[in-house]
């Protein structure tokens, strides 16, 4: 019986688990496409800044945009070739990013990073070179790694986790990546655990992986490393819930993992460390997932800055009409406006979805069934926060702990009455934060 945690739903046995599809497929080198759209926001923080200009030749790994403070990174070409433009495209939330488009001139030549032996180097020198490789967390969050590497001296870090949970249905894409390069996260596992100055890491897979986590445990040294097998359950990969699965530590409403003296760490951004060191690849190209209605459902390794409309065509095209497009999985996964919208570093998967996948389905009144309260891993009561959403009472969502939501998706999973109470619990977080916002300005304006 695997780890678990209290809460949670099991979609994978009540839908199209759709793993099936992709998980016996090998990673494949995707060609890179004739131009690129790098942004130059792919991670928490603030964007970074060009630092080239139009009609500039850039090689595969140079610096294109420098970091713009401590909770940002810099971006790196993926691409060798000409900058053609510097403008705004649109990112997966319908917003314009700046970002760098390169015609690719397809020779590759590279400017990579000088190889560091990290069993010599300092904490410092391990965490600069993480920074100025671009690691940013691979699982979605694309939170810069550097930063978690960078506690305050008060928090005191004594284990590290990383996740291999991949509990979203359909993507196998860190499935694929634990088979395949089992060695590469294991040199990643070490680096980061002299980062952190601990002496304990544990690696948490689902128990539908066991292929994984023999190969995960032949790869890593068993005296500090261990692999944890978590049992199959939706969002087994939540960081709260794999600590709570695998430690039995709660993180505090409102914290952080470091609060409970944990890191935690995605299988694949540990194998891009490792690539940051051995190599001195900066982080240029991840592993994707595209599955659903296309022709060849498959995995990818894929250029930063390639169109969704590219890894597509790659997959042989849709298989049908499709409904919805889906960067990510379909439970928390954000659905893609436009075709042009680009792989960056925390974009896992593209999921295409037609009608066998969707359904329409009529929303009916509150049954007080208590399902959805059952199914919040942490603890809230998503009915009364969505109630409170629909009359636009903000300041009662607040008290019902809105903000605590992880936007998992387990309440409308879970709902019998198809209630968007996931969606209806987004809106009430945006409002209060916008008048968290206008409280703060009004303070401001009173203090001048």
């Known amino acids: ?27 494949t080198e995707m060609k890179a496409p004739p131009v690129v759209s790098i942004p130059m926001s792919q991670h928490v923080g603030a964007p970074a800044k060009p630092v080239v200009e139009v009609g500039q030749r850039v090689l595969m790994g140079q610096v294109i945009g420098e970091a713009n403070g401590f909770v940002s990174v810099p971006v790196h070409s993926s691409v060798s070739g000409t900058v053609k433009e510097i403008k705004n495209i649109m990112n997966l939330n319908g917003k314009p990013v700046p970002a760098v488009i390169i015609e690719n001139d397809g020779l590759d030549e590279k400017c990579f990073l000088p190889p560091l032996d990290y069993e010599s ?18 699982g979605g969050a694309a939170f810069p790694t550097h930063v978690k590497l960078s506690p305050p001296p008060e928090k005191e870090i004594n284990l590290l986790l990383i996740n291999g949970a991949e509990c979203e249905p359909f993507l196998t894409a860190d499935h694929r990546m634990m088979l395949e390069y089992p060695e590469k996260i294991a040199t990643g596992i070490k680096i980061l655990m002299k980062a952190l100055d601990v002496k304990k890491a544990i690696i948490g897979i689902e128990d539908n992986k066991p292929d994984a986590i023999r190969a995960l445990e032949k790869a890593v040294d068993s005296h500090s490393i261990r692999v944890a097998t978590l049992k199959t359950k939706y969002p087994q990969g939540s960081e709260k819930q794999l600590i709570d699965s695998i430690t039995g530590r709660i993180v505090p409403s409102g914290g952080l993992p470091m609060d409970v003296g944990v890191v935690v760490v995605n299988v694949s951004t540990a194998a891009a460390v490792s ?26 390794m894929v250029r930063v800055g390639t169109s969704t409309e590219d890894v597509i065509e790659q997959a042989g095209g849709f298989s049908g009409e ?32 037609d009608k066998t996948y969707t359904k329409k389905e009529r929303q009916s009144n509150c049954i007080k069934c208590g399902r959805c309260v059952d199914g919040c891993p942490i603890f809230l009561n998503p009915t009364n926060i969505s109630a409170a959403a629909t009359i636009e009472d903000f300041e009662k969502a607040e008290a019902y702990n809105a903000m605590d939501c992880m936007n998992c998706g387990s309440c409308s999973f879970s709902c019998p009455a198809k209630i968007p109470l996931a969606q209806n619990i987004k809106f009430a977080k945006e409002m209060i934060m916008v008048n968290r916002m206008k409280e703060k300005q009004k303070k401001q304006q009173e203090n001048c």
């Open 322 to 353: 499709p409904l919805k497009i889906i960067s990510g999985g379909p439970m928390m996964g954000l659905p893609v406006p436009d075709l042009s919208c680009v792989i960056t570093r925390g974009y896992s998967g593209v999921l295409v979805l």
């Open 1 to 27: 019986m695997g780890l678990t945690f209290k809460g949670g739903v099991h979609p994978l046995h009540t839908i199209h688990e759709g793993k099936q599809f992709t998980a016996g497929s090998a990673l």
């Open 121 to 138: 180097a300092d904490r410092e020198q391990i965490i600069e070179r993480i920074r100025e490789a671009g690691n940013v967390g691979m």
């Open 275 to 300: 690539d940051a060191f051995l190599l001195g690849e900066p982080l240029i190209r991840r592993a994707v997932t595209v599955t659903g209605a296309v022709n060849v459902p498959q995995n990818l």
